[in-house]
C-alpha cells in the first residue's frame, strides 16, 4: 500500500508561469489536505477536499490559487502566474475518513517549488 | 494567528541526553498530536493525546497534556543523532490541523 505521493518532488517557474502539484492520496482515502511551509516554520493549512467537493478553502489566498480533487485521479494544487513569494514546501495529507477525534494524518513528501 | 506556541524554537543536545519541547494552543481540543519532520521530508505522526488524557508514553516518547494551561510538552529521553528533526505540536481546530512553528532539535554524537 503505497503511501501518499505527490509529484514532482521539485518544481522550478519563472515568474508569472503556471504550477501544478499533483498528490495521490493513500490506497481508500477520500480526504486530502494541503499546507504551505515557508522555510524555517510550521505547516500552514491551505485547503480541505474530498472527492469532488472542497470542503474548507480558509488557507487559500484569494487570487491565483486552485484546488481540486477530482472523482478520478490526483487532487492538483494549481498556482496561476506565480511570484517568488510563492516559493515553498507544499504538502499533501490524506486521511480516511473526516478528521475524526483520533486520526491522524498521512503526509507525502512535499513539492519544492522555486519561483525564479 | 492560526499557529500554536513552541518553545524552544531551537535546541541543541548531545547523544543521550532528554529532550524536552513544549507547546501552547489556544482553542478547546479533543486531541493533541506531535509530528516529527526530517530536513526537507514529509511529516511522521508520533503520538497523540487525547484530552482525556494527562500523560502518555510510546518508547522513549512521553507527552503530557494540560488542558487548564492549554499547553503539551514532548520528551524524549537518551536521545539519539538520529532523532535531529524539527518536531511539530498539531491540534484539530474546526476540522483542520493547526501546526505550531516548530520545535528544531540537534542531537549532537
Redesign the interface.
Known sequence: NAGVMQNPRHLVRRRGQEARLRCSPMKGHSHVYWYRQLPEEGLKFMVYLQKENIIDESGMPKERFSAEFPKEGPSILRIQQVVRGDSAAYFCASSPNTFATNEKLFFGSGTQLSVL | S??GEEDPQALSIQEGENATMNCSYKTSI??L?W?RQNS??????LI?I?SNEREKHSGRLRVTLDTSKKSSSLLITASRAADTASY?CVY?Q?????????T?LSVKP
Do not use: P
Open positions: 492560526q499557529q479533543n486531541n498530536q509530528y526537507g521530508r514529509g511529516l511522521v505522526h497523540l487525547r511539530f484539530n474546526g476540522g483542520k490541523l493547526i501546526f505550531g512553528q516548530g528544531e
